[in-house]
């Protein structure tokens, strides 16, 4: 059975969802613009962003906002506040590719305590809250098991032309493929965390990325028996906007691995 907090969040993003849902088919027709480089919101971004407001409040009266395409909505609730990525991988969207998603947390006195990450095309819903494990389509899920680094896929999420770190992360990437099977970039860091917590991939390493789009998938991977952490260090992912996500295992070998990096 779902929670009270889990099933006012799931039927807001259900709602959303249709109006990507519909977009989808008609990408021809999508209104877009540009707010940097490599950086795109379309007015589908736009929808289900208010969308998702109006229906979490209209339940959840007074709780705060931290939306991608809104910014910091206050509220009269100072210890609850839901982050929001209407779109995570806007770009793929824009392009019919099918992997990207709506991803919804909720934070209670600064704490992750509930999380939904959405692929309306595929309709699979993740979930997680605090101390209650995760599940896909409700069935319990866990990260992988795997412990020699050599035996796994990883995702990493190469920045666009514009973004940050590029060399960095050409490092990154060269040092990786001496170690791992393979690599993959999927154009959602949501999504991505979201298949650690399944296990479909063993680590996800992601740079220069927003809270909006890690929150959710940071519970999903701690609930699915997971750890997430800044690659570089000890400080929050969500504040550096740095994230390494693996099983316990498999952590200090990937944090070795980008550290070669960082010395190249």
């Known amino acids: 059975m779902s929670s009270p907090v889990i099933t006012v969040m799931t039927a807001a993003v259900r709602k959303a969802a249709r109006t990507l849902q519909r977009d989808y088919g008609e990408l021809a027709n999508l209104q877009v613009s540009q707010k940097a480089p490599g950086d795109y919101v379309t007015i589908a971004d736009q929808k289900v962003d208010k969308i998702l407001r109006e229906e979490l409040a209209k339940v959840r009266p007074g709780y705060a906002f931290l939306t991608e395409e809104t910014g910091v909505v206050a509220g009269t609730d100072p210890d609850h506040r839901f982050i929001i990525d209407p779109i995570d991988g ?7 590719v099918p992997f990207f998603a709506i991803t919804v947390a909720l934070e209670r006195k600064g704490e992750l305590v509930a999380a939904l990450t959405y692929n309306p095309i595929t309709d699979e819903m993740y979930s997680a809250e605090k101390g209650g494990g995760a599940f896909l389509n409700n069935k319990r899920i866990r990260v ?3 412990r020699d680094i050599h035996d796994t896929l990883v ?11 590029l060399p960095l992360s050409r490092a990154e ?13 999927t154009g ?7 298949y650690v917590a399944a296990g479909r991939f063993d680590a996800m390493v992601c740079r220069n990325i927003k809270p909006w789009d890690m929150a959710a998938g940071i519970l ?5 028996g997971g750890f997430v ?9 969500m504040e ?22 960082r010395e190249q």
């Open 173 to 185: 990437i060269s040092v990786l493929q001496a170690r791992v099977v393979g690599i993959r970039g």
């Open 220 to 224: 999903l991977v701690r609930e699915a």
């Open 240 to 261: 550096t906007g740095n994230i390494l996500a693996t099983n316990a295992d498999l952590l200090p070998h990937f944090k070795d691995a980008l550290s070669k990096a």
């Open 90 to 96: 806007t770009m793929n969207f824009m392009h019919a």
């Open 155 to 165: 995702s990493y999420e190469v920045p666009h032309r514009g973004g940050k770190d």
């Open 144 to 146: 992988a098991q795997r």
């Open 229 to 237: 952490a800044d690659p570089d260090g000890e400080k929050n992912p």
């Open 188 to 194: 959602s860091a949501a999504l991505s965390l979201a």
